[in-house]
């Protein structure tokens, strides 16, 4: 049972265009939700988050929306450049009673010069 | 430097035999967690600690201890090594959950 979903498993894109990363989530509870970045070897890095009581954060080049309706949140990264080829992931908090976190499948994103 | 440690980084090992993953973080943390890396499959969460002798369950508990007896220092324990659980395990820490996470470079396990 696959709560947070990431569709799409690699995405390619070319630099300096916009690079768009979905996740879809199941479960109407997750207050919070959060995107992590993880190059080869290394563990993953927080890059940027967002409470449910917002439909929108920015954090320079980075940009998460979040539909609540669509039960959905995306990653905008632009303009995108070389660093940014990694595996994303997208992940969600459930109610504080829970205290879990959820995480999806990652996207590659590869950036082509 | 803040950091999230975990040793060792590589093993492989024998059915059956006992093995020990620590991990260890210097920023005070009362959150830390166990994750499991598998192709298609992304993170999951194995044991999660809210505090010093405060464990729970995350989503694939099966064949995995763990103990949080400091606050710095949260090992997982495999008593009874499978092939099932030939893996990448993480360890991360934060204040909260919502809290970013700070993750461990990985140790890759390998279970013959």
């Known amino acids: 049972d696959q709560q947070v979903k990431q569709n799409s498993p690699s995405l390619s894109v070319q630099e300096g265009r916009i690079s768009i990363l979905n996740c879809d989530y199941t479960?109407?509870?997750?207050?919070?939700f959060l995107w992590y970045k993880k190059y080869p070897a290394e563990g993953p890095t927080f890059l940027i988050s967002?409470?449910?009581?917002?439909d929108k954060n920015e954090d320079g080049r980075f940009t998460v929306f979040l539909n609540k309706s669509a039960k959905h949140l995306s990653l905008h990264i632009v303009p995108s450049q070389p660093g940014d080829s990694a595996v994303y992931f997208c992940?969600?908090?459930?109610?504080?009673?829970?205290?879990?976190?959820?995480f999806g499948q990652g996207t590659r994103l590869t950036i082509n010069p | 430097e803040a950091q999230v440690t975990q040793n060792p980084r590589y093993l492989i090992t024998v059915t059956g035999k006992k093995l020990t993953v620590t991990c260890s973080q210097n920023?005070?943390?009362?959150?830390m967690s166990w994750y499991r890396q598998d192709p298609g499959l992304g993170l999951r969460q194995i044991y999660y600690?809210?505090?010093?002798?405060?464990?729970d369950k995350g989503d694939v508990p099966e064949g995995y201890k763990v103990s949080r007896k400091e606050k710095r220092n949260f090992p997982l324990i495999l008593e009874s090594p499978s092939p099932n659980q030939t893996s990448l395990y993480f360890c991360?820490?934060?204040?909260?959950?919502?809290?970013?996470?700070?993750f461990g470079p990985g140790t890759r396990l390998t279970v013959l």
């Open positions: 479960n109407s509870m997750f207050d919070y």
């Open positions: 991360a820490s934060s204040f909260l959950i919502e809290d970013e996470q700070f």
């Open positions: 992940a969600a908090s459930r109610p504080k009673g829970a205290q879990k976190l959820v």
């Open positions: 600690s809210m505090n010093v002798e405060v464990t």
């Open positions: 967002i409470s449910s009581i917002k």
């Open positions: 920023m005070n943390h009362e959150y």
